[in-house]
């Protein structure tokens, strides 16, 4: 052949197999089925899922699959906000040894779900900007609605929070050196035993880094879960509604947690029995192993461990409200862990032969605080069922240092403190007759063995962890907590009276200038680099309404949708405050549900009974909660009614009017009802739902408030903000 000729061929050749190698490339598409092993190329896929979380737009099922994403992105959001996110985006059924590597999902309600599979292991992962709630509470005060509840997951109750990555009914599962920042909850397992769980950064969510339910004998080792949280405001309020870093529910035993740092978490660690033992006294998360972990600047516990058996080993508790909150614990181990600057290190109530020992105790109000209560709960099965005294402690080898109160005592039988040092203390002791048979004898106690697990090349958790210390550093916005990579403008001072507020301008290393200002003047400086304070003085209105628009150049960031920025590029950011007054007239009338029953009725007074309120309001808000009923006169009201008018003068435009209430409220609005939420039997979780509308104002317009409470808990809030 003529060599002129050979080259063309050969090229030729070559293109044609290259046109072939991409045409057999797997696409990404919904309803596509993979049943061998199979690699993908990178890409940006924009594919919506079903809304029905049984579905996905990728199925895995088979046997001895690996499935590489290469670095493919998947993306069902196409600009919606968190809490509009919906379906699935792969699902894992049915399968034995399947690897999923690489593979990133955001805009979904759950980005990776697996069931009933034995064998799985996913790895390397980012399943980021995921699905999470736009929280009602602000840095003034919170809203009843941002509550959480756990408590039931046998029909998948958890999945109406969504998950990064939720498995069920799995077998020895591996997930590691995955991401999950940006969400609500991180990975949640459900009936899932002896897996591995290391290596994983899942932090900045406003729900669980890592939640458990009925799962035993997993390793959860060397992951930064920190800053999972909700419901704190520094110096207002420290509430966590039920966000953790590690959430352990529902007989859910003999699992290792080992060099976890979940820090300024709602709970660094959150264990509860489940409803099982509490009807029953039977069973309880047991023989669970906290180890070396870090759950400091918790808004509240740092470890919760409740009603169960459990050991509590060389962890680190700084500055929570309590470093140990072990209620109903029995035959636990407290050791070797390090207490500073809580409330109160060490609170258990109604525990039964605990030891406490080798423990140091550094500037905590009160060290140690053991109780018991004269009465139980009457709908308690567990009480009827199971000791609930307050009795058999053995506390000793702990240094005690710089402590107001060592020992706070009641109620409690049969202890045993010997062999502590104390060092700066205020009082020792503080108790009271109710304190029986306590001894000072030396006492040896039997030393058990720590299990370690053994996990491959592992990360060092905690590193880094000093450059946010301090629970000044957890700041609330309406997507979750913020994660210091985007630029953002903070209110320090949200409940100080006076005029002159207060900010910090904080994010990446760059420049900013305020762009425009409303409802604010004298302002401290107009443009700066980051960080920087600014104060500015509110301009005198009848209401609030505060805008103070800045732009950004600098670094690249992720911002807190998830968005990549570039270098250099202008970006918008803001603090905004808003309020309306409107001046409310509110009657409070006492409701017996025996005898008339407006939920039933539809009626708030019957037909046969003429009555006054027992306490009448004039309030320029709407925005309360009740535990027990509300009181007039000394005398409490457990069932209740809430009849409140107002009116409000508005500036023309649209605008947000969100209602959060427990059992039952109607809304009218120029006696016209634009909210009718009267049937408390449609809300099944122990939740306080919050509703929104649109609506369009202008001038002065009226307002009805109608809502019932049948007995508990009760809120009532109504907020009006511009859209």
Known sequence: MNRIFQ????????????????AQQPVIKTGMKITKSTRFTKSITFLPAPADTSRSIIIIEGVNIVVDFGGTELRGDRQQTPDTYNGVAVLIRNSRNVTIRNLNARGYKIALTARNTQGLL????DFSYNYRQQLGSTAEKEDMSDWMSYHQNEKDEWLRY??????????????????????????????????????????????????LYRSNSNEIAFNRINFNVRGYSHGVYHRGQDSAGILVYEQSSFNIFYKNSATHSGDGFFLWAGQTTMDSGGGGCNYNEIVSNDFSYAPTNGVEVTFSRVRVANNRLFDCDHGIWGGYSYASKFSGNHFRNNRIGIAVEHGQYNEITDNIFVGDREAVKLWSRKTQPSDWGYAKYRDTRSVGYTITGNSFNSNPVVFSLKGTDSLQIANNRYEGYGAIWQVDSTVTNLDSTDVELVDTTLVIPVVPNPIDPFKGNGKLAGKHNIMITEWGPYDFRYPMIWQTNPVEKGDTLRFEILGPKGVWEIKSVRGLEKLSATKGSFPATVTAVRQSSERTDILLELEYRGAAFTNNMGEPIKAGKPYLFQFSKFFQPISWDILYYSMDTAYHNPIRTGMLFSMTERKAPVLTQKKDRLDEAWWGGIRAEGVSYPQF??????????????????????DAVRVYVDGKLVLDEWNPSKYSFDESPRRKLQLALGGKHSFRVEHVELGGFACLSLKIKPL
Do not use: H
């Open 122 to 125: 996913i790895e390397n992962c």
């Open 641 to 662: 009614f809430t009849v409140a008018d107002g009116t409000g003068d508005f500036l023309p435009g649209n605008y947000e009017l969100s209602v959060t209430w427990d």
């Open 7 to 22: 080259w063309p061929c050969l090229m030729i050749l070559v293109t044609c197999l290259s046109l072939a190698a991409d």
């Open 162 to 211: 969504g998950a990064a990555i939720y498995l069920k009914d799995c077998n020895a599962p591996i997930v590691r050196n995955c991401r999950v920042t940006g969400g609500q909850n991180a990975l949640m397992m459900m009936r899932c035993n002896n897996g591995k769980i290391y290596n994983n950064d899942f932090s900045f969510n406003s729900g669980i880094g890592i939640g």
